[in-house]
């Protein structure tokens, strides 16, 4: 079967709309950023109706790219930034606040109260998450708290929740259908990720009514069609799933062991474990990689909160370059950073050292030290990270990966994908296509319509553009990364 794709990738900075074709080459596509709200410290917003016109206009403009006609489309498939908050009035689908975004820290509080009243090993238990203000339970909350009436109208049945993929699968389907997929379901702190349905005890806990939720199916699933006079003709939507296990579709993982990083603003590293829900004793998270058939992939995931971040501070902050591209250069011609190591816990520091109150570090410098071995030791920085992730995976159970599949931003830079490998100890695969996000919920979609038979057809078209073998000593790896922990161990209380 021939047909196009058309995946909407709705992210925290910009929307975009890409059109596949069944070969996974990209026909057509449309981007724009959109506002973001800082009503107060700790709080970021987005108008989610915004969201909504932009998203519409982009897909109309990614077809129009791709001179195609709407009827060529074969599925849409929907990839989100996940955990941000909707909540909006089902009679006319308008949005009761503006959305709350992952990023928004305004409910520490509630959490702390629920930490330090005993809940954590409950919700972590049901759900493989922590108790944080990232996930969707306490922002829910907040808005049935603070927005007048809500919580009274929820009780009546006349709100809806959603994450950012119901909201547009609701406003797709003219108010048709209000379902999500597990991935995004599992992100909510309300989802059993073992029963695979939303958690009565956790409801409770967090005082949210089932009359709010939206259905759950599977990643690849009927989610309905467009509302006709939105595209001048129905396409069925086919496939949602949330951006990081998107990518891990993108990146055809789809084996246990098989693992994805991405290197974006931060870096999200997400391991493949089959039908094992893995309990991390490193904090990290476990989730759901995807669910078809009704079939749950289970997934460990960790992240780093600053990775491509360095670079814009080092060219922003400390304007040492003036295009994050220069990084390589100035890296080749130092060739390593000599002793320096950057610790950019600018925000605390994550996996596997949790400590919020971290901040960054610049150790071991010398008289000859320059710019060049500061930009570098930025880039050693997301490679000595990585393997923290890594370590903290093994830690958990995982064995060592072959190979790491990675995209992103940053991954443009050769210098960086090799000295990954050589601090990983593991090859880098790069592949051809690095849209690996809107590229799963594409093949999410064509799943589900027959556009691939299935994951096996998928993994063939997964193309590797080039590989970075690693080339260190094993001696010298060590050396450097004991030298990455000390450093560490400088700014972090709980140390190295
Ligand atoms: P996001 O999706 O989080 O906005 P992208 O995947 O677009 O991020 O990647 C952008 C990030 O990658 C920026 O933080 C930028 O500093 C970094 N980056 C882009 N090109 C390079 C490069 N050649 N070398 C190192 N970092 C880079």
């Known amino acids: 079967m021939t047909g196009y794709l058309l995946a909407i990738d709705q992210g925290t900075t910009s929307s975009r709309a890409i059109v596949f074709a069944a070969d996974g080459s990209v026909r057509g596509q449309a981007q724009k950023e959109f506002a973001q709200h800082y009503p107060e410290d700790g709080w970021v917003e987005h108008d989610a109706s915004e969201i909504w016109t932009d998203s519409l206009a982009l897909c109309r403009k990614a077809i129009a790219n791709a001179h195609i006609d709407a009827s060529e489309l074969a599925a849409i498939g929907i990839t989100n930034q996940r955990e941000t908050t909707v909540l909006w009035d089902r009679a006319t689908g308008t949005p009761l606040a503006r959305a709350i975004v992952w990023q928004d820290r305004r409910t520490a509080s509630r959490c702390e109260a629920l930490r330090e009243a005993g809940h954590e090993a409950m919700v972590r238990e049901k759900t493989g998450l922590l108790l944080d203000p990232y996930f969707s339970a306490t922002k829910l909350a907040w808005l049935l708290d603070n927005v007048e ?82 595209f001048g003709t129905p396409v069925p939507v086919a496939g949602i799933a949330g951006d990081q296990q998107a990518a891990l579709v993108g990146q055809a993982c789809f084996e246990p062991g098989m693992v994805k990083s991405t290197y974006g603003t931060g870096c999200f590293m997400v391991l493949n474990t089959g039908d094992q829900a893995v309990t991390s004793e490193n904090r990290l998270l476990t989730t759901v990689g995807y669910r078809l058939d009704g079939k749950t992939c289970y997934a460990l995931e960790g992240s780093i909160f600053v990775a491509g971040a360095t670079i814009q501070w080092l060219r922003d902050g400390l304007r040492l370059i003036s295009h994050a591209s220069e990084s390589e250069a100035l890296a080749r011609s130092a060739g390593g950073a000599k002793g320096v190591y950057l610790v950019p816990a600018f925000t605390g520091m994550g996996a596997p050292w949790w400590d919020p109150h971290a901040r960054g570090a610049l150790l071991g410098l010398t008289r000859d030290t320059g710019i060049a071995e500061v930009v570098t030791a930025g880039l050693e920085a997301v490679c000595y990270q990585s393997l923290d992730l890594l370590e903290a995976m093994i830690a958990d159970g995982a064995s060592r990966p072959t190979a790491l599949r990675v995209d992103g931003g940053m991954v443009a830079n050769n210098w960086l994908a090799q000295n990954l490998a050589d601090i990983l100890g593991v090859r880098v695969d790069r592949p051809v296509i690095t849209e690996t996000t809107a590229l799963g919920a594409a093949y999410l979609a064509g799943l589900q319509v027959g556009v691939f038979q299935d994951l096996a057809a998928i993994s063939e078209q997964w193309q590797c553009d080039r590989d970075f073998s690693p080339k260190l000593e094993e001696s010298d790896r060590q050396a450097r990364y004991q030298g990455w922990r000390e450093a560490v161990s400088r700014v972090c209380t709980a140390g190295g």
Do not use: C, Y
């Open 149 to 230: 009436g809500a919580r009274q109208r929820a009780e009546a049945g006349e709100l809806a929740f959603g994450t950012i993929d119901s909201w547009l699968l609701w406003r797709l389907t003219g108010g048709k259908v209000h379902a999500t997929d597990a991935t995004n379901a599992s992100r909510t702190l309300l989802f059993n990720i073992h029963t695979q349905r939303w958690d009565e005890a956790l409801l409770k806990l967090f005082d949210i009514p089932a009359s709010l939720l939206p259905e759950v199916r599977d990643s690849a699933a009927d989610f309905g069609s467009t509302d006709p006079a939105l």
